[in-house]
C-alpha cells in the first residue's frame, strides 16, 4: 500500500459501514481522499450514514451499485467480514485496484510500534492480559482491534513512545499487504471460518500474513506446543520467542515442571502449587515469574495465553519482577468463561466467545464435572464428532439451540448422555435461549456447573457472541 498522503485528492471507496469503515472513511476523508462508502444494508439500518454524510462523505446504502468501483479508484478498504466473493472487491481486482482491511492502513498511520496477536483461540484474553501487563510494567499502550475498538482511531491517538496493541482476525490480516507489528504473536492454529476461507489454506496462510514483514529487530511469539505454529516458526524472521506448556524450553516463556499435555485428562485434578511460569533468556539466564496456581485466570488454556502474554510484554522490555501482581489480579474478560453467579447452589458461567469445538473444549476442561452444557448456533458444516469424548467424561446434560441443535444432539447421544434437551427455536431468539437457561437449570443440582459455550459463531439467532452472552447473563439472573 502507498503512503497515506498519496491518496490526497484520489478516489478511495470503503466498503462496509461497521466501527473500522466508519473510521477508515474519516481519516482518508481528512487527508483529502474523495471518499465513498458503501453498505448492502438501507439507509436506515445505518446509524453512522448521516454522520459521514455531514462531513461531506459520500455514503451509498441498500446494495452494490453498477460503477462502485471503477480505473479512477485508487484503493478499496473493506470490512474485514465482507467476503471476496462481493461484487465491488471482485471487479476491483479484475481492475487491479489494491483491496486492504483497515489493519494495513492503521500500520501505516500509527507511530508507535505496533504488537499484532492472532490465532484460533485465546486472542481476546491474551490481547487484553497484554495491555494490563505493558501498562503494569509502565510501558504505555492501547489495546484495540478486532478486540472492538478500531485500529485507525487508536493508531490515531497512540504516542510514538507507546505500544499499539492489536488483537487481529485472520479476516483482517488476509486484507494485509505490507503490515508489520514489531511483536508478532501467534497462539494457535484450529479448523474454524472455513464459510468465509474454504480451504485450511487460505486460512492458515492468512494468520501467517502476520509474520510476513517482520526484520531482524522484530519478535516473533509463538506457540511451541501447536504443530501449525511450529512449522510455521520456521519461516518468521526475527527473533523467536516461544512459549509452551508442555516442553522445557531452552529459551522462552515456559510451564515448569511440564504439563503432559495441553489438555488435562478427564478425571485428572490438577496440581499446580509447584508449577512456575518461567522465562529463560538467550543466555539461558533462568527467572521465575509466578506459580500458575497464583494466575487469576482459570484453565491449562488461560495459563497459555498468559504465557504468550508474558512473553510479549518481555519482548517488549517489560521487566519480569513487575509482572506477577498483574498476572495474579487479572479475571479475565467478559464473555470468555466469565462468573455469573450462583443461584440456587448452581454455578453458571458464560463462555459465549466460544465459537469452535476447541474452544469450548478448553473451557469444559477447566471446570469441575457435572457440567450442563448450553451449546449450538451457526452451521458452518462441522458435525462436532470431535466433542464426543468431552461430551462423554466430563458432562452431565446437553441444552440444544440453534442451527446446529440436531448435529450437537447426535453427538450426546454417541456419548450416551441421558441429559439432553433439543430446544426448538422461537421468532424471538432472546426467548429461546432464556428457555434453554430454564432447561438446564431445570436438570442442575446444587453443586452442578450450567456452562454457556456455544462451539457456534452466534449469527443464525444473534448479531454478535456479546449479545448471545449478555442475554444468557439476564437469563440467569432472573430464574
Same mark, same amino acid.
Given at each position: 500500500?502507498?503512503?497515506?498522503?498519496?491518496?490526497?485528492?484520489?478516489?478511495?471507496?470503503?466498503?462496509?459501514?461497521?466501527?473500522?469503515?466508519? &473510521?477508515?472513511?474519516?481519516?482518508?476523508?481528512?487527508?483529502?481522499?474523495? +471518499?465513498?462508502?458503501?453498505?448492502?444494508?438501507? !439507509?436506515e439500518q445505518c446509524p453512522e450514514a448521516d454522520e459521514l454524510t455531514a462531513l461531506g462523505i459520500a455514503v451509498v446504502c441498500g446494495g452494490h451499485p453498477?460503477?462502485?468501483?471503477?480505473?479512477?479508484?485508487?484503493?478499496?478498504?473493506?470490512?474485514?467480514?465482507?467476503?471476496?466473493?462481493?461484487?465491488?472487491?471482485?471487479?476491483?481486482?479484475?481492475?487491479?485496484?489494491?483491496?486492504?482491511?483497515?489493519?494495513?492502513?492503521?500500520?501505516?498511520?500509527?507511530?508507535?510500534?505496533?504488537?499484532?496477536?492472532?490465532?484460533?483461540?485465546?486472542?481476546?484474553?491474551?490481547?487484553? $492480559?497484554? #495491555? +494490563?501487563?505493558?501498562? &503494569?510494567?509502565?510501558?504505555? =499502550?492501547?489495546?484495540?482491534?478486532?478486540?472492538?475498538?478500531? $485500529?485507525?482511531?487508536?493508531?490515531?491517538?497512540?504516542?510514538?513512545?507507546?505500544?499499539?496493541?492489536?488483537?487481529?482476525?485472520?479476516?483482517? /490480516?488476509?486484507?494485509?499487504?505490507?503490515?508489520?507489528? %514489531?511483536?508478532?504473536?501467534?497462539?494457535?492454529?484450529?479448523?474454524?471460518? $472455513?464459510?468465509?476461507?474454504?480451504?485450511?489454506?487460505?486460512?492458515?496462510?492468512?494468520?501467517?500474513?502476520?509474520?510476513?514483514? $517482520?526484520?531482524?529487530?522484530?519478535?516473533?511469539?509463538?506457540?511451541?506446543?501447536?504443530?501449525?505454529?511450529?512449522?510455521?516458526?520456521?519461516?518468521?524472521?526475527?527473533?523467536?520467542?516461544?512459549? =509452551?506448556?508442555?516442553?522445557?524450553?531452552?529459551? #522462552?516463556?515456559?510451564?515448569?515442571?511440564?504439563?503432559?499435555?495441553?489438555?488435562?485428562?478427564?478425571?485428572?485434578?490438577?496440581?499446580?502449587?509447584?508449577?512456575?511460569? +518461567?522465562?529463560?533468556?538467550?543466555?539461558?539466564?533462568?527467572?521465575?515469574?509466578?506459580?500458575?496456581?497464583e494466575v487469576g485466570i482459570p484453565g491449562r488454556h488461560n495459563t497459555a495465553n498468559a504465557l504468550a502474554a508474558v512473553a510479549i510484554a518481555l519482548?517488549?522490555?517489560?521487566?519480569?519482577?513487575?509482572?506477577?501482581?498483574?498476572?495474579?489480579?487479572?479475571?479475565?474478560?467478559?464473555?470468555?468463561?466469565?462468573?455469573?453467579?450462583?443461584?440456587?447452589?448452581?454455578?453458571?458461567?458464560?463462555?459465549?466467545?466460544?465459537?469452535?469445538?476447541?474452544?469450548?473444549?478448553?473451557?469444559?476442561?477447566?471446570?469441575?464435572?457435572?457440567?450442563?452444557?448450553?451449546?449450538?448456533?451457526?452451521?458452518?458444516?462441522?458435525?462436532? @464428532?470431535?466433542?464426543?469424548?468431552?461430551?462423554?467424561?466430563?458432562?452431565?446434560?446437553?441444552?440444544?439451540?440453534?442451527?446446529?441443535?440436531?448435529?450437537?444432539?447426535?453427538?450426546?447421544?454417541?456419548? %450416551?448422555?441421558?441429559?439432553?434437551?433439543?430446544?426448538?427455536?422461537?421468532?424471538?431468539?432472546?426467548?429461546? /435461549?432464556?428457555?434453554?437457561? @430454564?432447561?438446564?437449570?431445570? @436438570?442442575?443440582?446444587?453443586?452442578?456447573?450450567?456452562?454457556? =459455550?456455544?462451539?457456534?459463531?452466534?449469527?443464525?439467532?444473534?448479531?454478535?457472541?456479546?449479545?448471545?452472552?449478555?442475554?444468557?447473563?439476564?437469563?440467569? !439472573?432472573?430464574?
Amino acid at each position: 500500500m502507498k503512503e497515506l498522503t498519496s491518496y490526497r485528492g484520489r478516489e478511495v471507496v470503503v466498503l462496509g459501514l461497521a466501527r473500522s469503515g466508519v &473510521a477508515a472513511a474519516k481519516l482518508f476523508h481528512r487527508i483529502g481522499a474523495i +471518499v465513498t462508502v458503501n453498505d448492502m444494508k438501507t !439507509h436506515e439500518q445505518c446509524p453512522e450514514a448521516d454522520e459521514l454524510t455531514a462531513l461531506g462523505i459520500a455514503v451509498v446504502c441498500g446494495g452494490h451499485p453498477e460503477g462502485l468501483v471503477t480505473e479512477q479508484t485508487a484503493l478499496l478498504v473493506k470490512n474485514p467480514g465482507i467476503p471476496y466473493t462481493a461484487e465491488p472487491i471482485v471487479v476491483a481486482q479484475q481492475l487491479g485496484v489494491e483491496v486492504v482491511s483497515e489493519v494495513e492502513v492503521a500500520g501505516q498511520l500509527s507511530p508507535a510500534p505496533i504488537v499484532g496477536i492472532t490465532g484460533s483461540n485465546g486472542k481476546t484474553t491474551t490481547t487484553t $492480559l497484554t #495491555g +494490563v501487563l505493558l501498562e &503494569a510494567a509502565g510501558l504505555k =499502550s492501547i489495546v484495540a482491534g478486532n478486540i472492538g475498538r478500531p $485500529l485507525c482511531e487508536a493508531a490515531e491517538e497512540i504516542a510514538a513512545d507507546g505500544w499499539l496493541v492489536a488483537e487481529l482476525s485472520s479476516f483482517q /490480516l488476509k486484507g494485509t499487504v505490507d503490515f508489520r507489528p %514489531r511483536i508478532a504473536c501467534l497462539l494457535n492454529v484450529a479448523e474454524t471460518h $472455513l464459510d468465509y476461507h474454504v480451504t485450511m489454506d487460505d486460512y492458515v496462510g492468512s494468520k501467517a500474513k502476520l509474520f510476513a514483514n $517482520l526484520h531482524e529487530t522484530d519478535v516473533a511469539v509463538y506457540n511451541e506446543d501447536d504443530a501449525l505454529c511450529r512449522e510455521l516458526s520456521q519461516a518468521m524472521n526475527g527473533r523467536h520467542m516461544p512459549f =509452551s506448556l508442555t516442553r522445557r524450553l531452552t529459551q #522462552g516463556v515456559s510451564v515448569e515442571p511440564p504439563y503432559a499435555d495441553i489438555r488435562p485428562s478427564a478425571d485428572e485434578v490438577d496440581s499446580d502449587a509447584e508449577r512456575w511460569i +518461567v522465562y529463560r533468556t538467550d543466555a539461558g539466564v533462568e527467572q521465575r515469574i509466578i506459580r500458575v496456581e497464583e494466575v487469576g485466570i482459570p484453565g491449562r488454556h488461560n495459563t497459555a495465553n498468559a504465557l504468550a502474554a508474558v512473553a510479549i510484554a518481555l519482548a517488549a522490555g517489560a521487566e519480569p519482577e513487575r509482572l506477577a501482581d498483574p498476572l495474579r489480579d487479572f479475571r479475565g474478560v467478559e464473555h470468555r468463561l466469565e462468573y455469573v453467579g450462583k443461584f440456587q447452589g448452581v454455578k453458571y458461567y458464560n463462555d459465549s466467545k466460544a465459537t469452535n469445538p476447541m474452544a469450548s473444549t478448553m473451557s469444559i476442561l477447566s471446570l469441575p464435572a457435572r457440567i450442563i452444557l448450553i451449546a449450538g448456533g451457526l452451521d458452518r458444516g462441522s458435525d462436532y @464428532m470431535e466433542l464426543v469424548p468431552i461430551f462423554r467424561d466430563r458432562l452431565k446434560g446437553l441444552v440444544a439451540i440453534g442451527q446446529t441443535r440436531d448435529k450437537l444432539g447426535k453427538v450426546a447421544e454417541i456419548a %450416551r448422555l441421558s441429559l439432553v434437551k433439543i430446544v426448538e427455536p422461537e421468532e424471538d431468539a432472546e426467548r429461546t /435461549l432464556h428457555r434453554a437457561v @430454564m432447561e438446564a437449570a431445570a @436438570m442442575a443440582k446444587p453443586g452442578d456447573i450450567v456452562l454457556l =459455550s456455544p462451539a457456534c459463531a452466534s449469527w443464525d439467532m444473534f448479531t454478535s457472541y456479546e449479545v448471545r452472552g449478555r442475554i444468557f447473563k439476564h437469563s440467569a !439472573h432472573t430464574l
